[in-house]
């Protein structure tokens, strides 16, 4: 809120919406302060009681409860009407307690058409406007991720040690098909101080995937002993996005195969790389709207905005 003076009123009229200020506490004159606020459908200011402001914001952290919180307002906005109409949740109407026993009417509300509502999905977080007239009640959706997703996201394009690769799909192990097949085929390479790799890891085809082909060597006492093994290149997962939501998403995580000196010795490096999992997380959004959009199918005017 800012405070002007009165005749300065018309020239802030004239500012554009990211500058306009929806409140403006005006000095008449004469000492007296007067609480303004702009119209947008009207494009003007006008005099209310600061007594009868109150704001209203809140937050979400799943897309149920905003939906919920969405609902809601549109029937606390709705005009209230006398009807005998049943409760239903996706109803126009819902039914409120008699005032009185043998009143034989039942007290309604038709829900809000949605007109001048306004709900903005981005990537991140969504944002519902109740009333883009006045745009004084914020309401907000930032969406939680699952865990399985977070612990994916934070070890992709991070070059690990066989060691720490191995920790990773330990937790992803909820996620991760054919998870014991996977991890058995890891467990193949023990580094020890007598592990060194003697060729670079070269990539070709297995028995059911690309997999990697590479040289070791292990030394017992003065003897070294040689071999190949055959280690996988990719794997696949299946997980939730969201958190709390039901759909879970599959993609491919490939595994990137290089190598790096340690002291004396050459050890193998590896690096998770996700190539769609950004069509994955659009697909996840999209699905999230699009449940969204069905679920308030009866509010008409509601407008539904997709920002990504």
Same mark, same amino acid.
């Given at each position: 809120?800012?405070?002007?003076?009165?005749?300065?009123? !018309?020239?802030?009229?004239?500012?554009?919406?990211?500058?306009?200020?929806?409140?403006?506490?005006? !000095?008449?004159?004469? #000492?007296?302060?007067?609480?303004?606020?702009?119209? !947008?459908?009207?494009?003007?200011?006008?005099?209310? !009681?600061?007594?009868?402001?109150?704001?209203?914001?809140?937050?979400?952290?799943?897309?149920?409860? $905003?939906?919920?919180?969405?609902?809601?307002?549109?029937?606390?906005? #709705?005009?209230?009407?006398?009807?005998?109409?049943?409760?239903?949740?996706?109803?126009?109407?819902?039914?409120?307690?008699?005032?009185?026993?043998?009143?034989?009417?039942?007290?309604?509300?038709?829900?809000?058409?949605?007109?001048?509502?306004?709900?903005?999905?981005?990537?991140?977080?969504?944002? $519902?406007?109740?009333?883009?007239?006045?745009?004084?009640?914020? /309401?907000?959706?930032?969406?939680?991720?699952?865990?399985?997703?977070?612990?994916?996201?934070?070890?992709?394009?991070?070059?690990?040690?066989?060691?720490?690769?191995?920790?990773?799909?330990?937790?992803?192990?909820?996620?991760?098909?054919?998870?014991?097949?996977?991890?058995?085929?890891?467990?193949?390479?023990?580094?020890?101080?007598?592990?060194?790799?003697?060729?670079?890891?070269?990539?070709?085809?297995?028995?059911?995937?690309?997999?990697?082909?590479?040289?070791?060597?292990?030394?017992?006492?003065?003897?070294?002993?040689?071999?190949?093994?055959?280690?996988?290149?990719? /794997?696949?997962?299946?997980?939730?996005?969201?958190?709390?939501?039901?759909?879970?998403?599959?993609?491919?995580?490939?595994?990137?195969?290089?190598?790096?000196?340690? #002291?004396?010795?050459?050890?193998?490096? /590896?690096?998770?790389?996700?190539?769609?999992?950004?069509?994955?997380?659009?697909?996840?959004?999209?699905?999230?709207?699009? $449940? $969204?959009?069905?679920?308030?199918?009866?509010?008409?005017?509601?407008?539904?905005?997709?920002?990504?």
């Amino acid at each position: 809120m800012i405070e002007v003076s009165d005749d300065l009123v !018309d020239k802030i009229v004239e500012l554009s919406p990211s500058s306009r200020d929806n409140l403006l506490t005006v !000095d008449d004159g004469h #000492g007296i302060k007067r609480l303004y606020i702009y119209n !947008d459908g009207e494009k003007k200011y006008a005099p209310i !009681d600061e007594r009868r402001i109150v704001l209203q914001t809140g937050e979400v952290s799943n897309v149920e409860s $905003f939906l919920a919180l969405v609902r809601e307002e549109t029937l606390r906005r #709705g005009a209230a009407v006398t009807d005998s109409a049943p409760d239903n949740p996706k109803s126009t109407t819902t039914r409120k307690p008699a005032a009185k026993a043998d009143r034989s009417e039942t007290l309604a509300v038709v829900r809000h058409d949605g007109s001048f509502m306004t709900v903005v999905f981005n990537a991140k977080v969504a944002k $519902f406007a109740p009333d883009d007239r006045v745009r004084l009640d914020s /309401f907000g959706y930032e969406r939680a991720l699952s865990p399985q997703w977070n612990a994916l996201v934070g070890a992709l394009g991070k070059p690990m040690e066989h060691k720490d690769l191995i920790r990773v799909l330990q937790r992803l192990r909820p996620s991760i098909k054919r998870y014991e097949d996977l991890m058995r085929d890891l467990r193949k390479i023990t580094f020890s101080d007598r592990t060194n790799i003697t060729s670079e890891p070269l990539l070709q085809a297995g028995k059911n995937q690309n997999e990697y082909k590479v040289d070791l060597e292990v030394r017992a006492g003065t003897d070294s002993l040689s071999q190949t093994t055959a280690l996988p290149s990719s /794997f696949d997962v299946e997980l939730q996005y969201a958190r709390g939501g039901d759909k879970r998403y599959a993609t491919t995580i490939e595994i990137d195969l290089s190598t790096f000196i340690k #002291g004396e010795r050459k050890e193998l490096r /590896f690096t998770l790389i996700a190539p769609d999992l950004p069509n994955v997380e659009e697909a996840a959004i999209d699905d999230e709207v699009a $449940f $969204f959009r069905a679920e308030t199918a009866d509010i008409p005017r509601l407008l539904i905005l997709q920002d990504y």
